[in-house]
């Protein structure tokens, strides 16, 4: 998968599913025993949830911005527990760049 692409999100009980909007035999779906771990991607202090992380045991990680993160979550949760749920740790944040700017002076 390359790229952006728009579509529906689906969370069923066997599996979460992701359809392109423009062509629905474009599709994935991943077996909740599949998955490893979701990774929440928070911003402003944790108040704003913009996607998430899905990495599999096989396929690597998949990226996926949606509208409602928070509820798909939650609901996500449901089929996978609370350990397999986390907070993505980013490499480098603003914060931290706008740190070292600060000690270089």
Same mark, same amino acid.
């Given at each position: 998968m390359i790229g952006n692409k728009?579509? *529906?999100v689906l969370v069923g009980?066997?599996?979460f599913e992701f359809y392109n909007s423009?062509?629905?035999e474009d599709y994935i779906q991943i077996p909740w025993e599949e998955i490893v771990r979701v990774r929440?991607?928070?911003f402003f202090k944790d108040k704003y949830i913009r996607g998430f992380f899905? *990495?599999?045991k096989s396929a690597g990680s998949y990226n996926f911005v949606v509208k409602n993160a928070g509820k798909t979550l939650k609901t996500m949760r449901d089929f996978l527990g609370n350990e397999k749920i986390v907070r993505n740790?980013?490499?480098l944040s603003l914060k931290k760049v706008f740190e070292w700017f600060k000690r270089k002076k």
């Open positions: 728009n579509g *529906d009980d066997k599996a423009r062509n629905p929440a991607q928070l899905i *990495d599999t740790k980013p490499v």
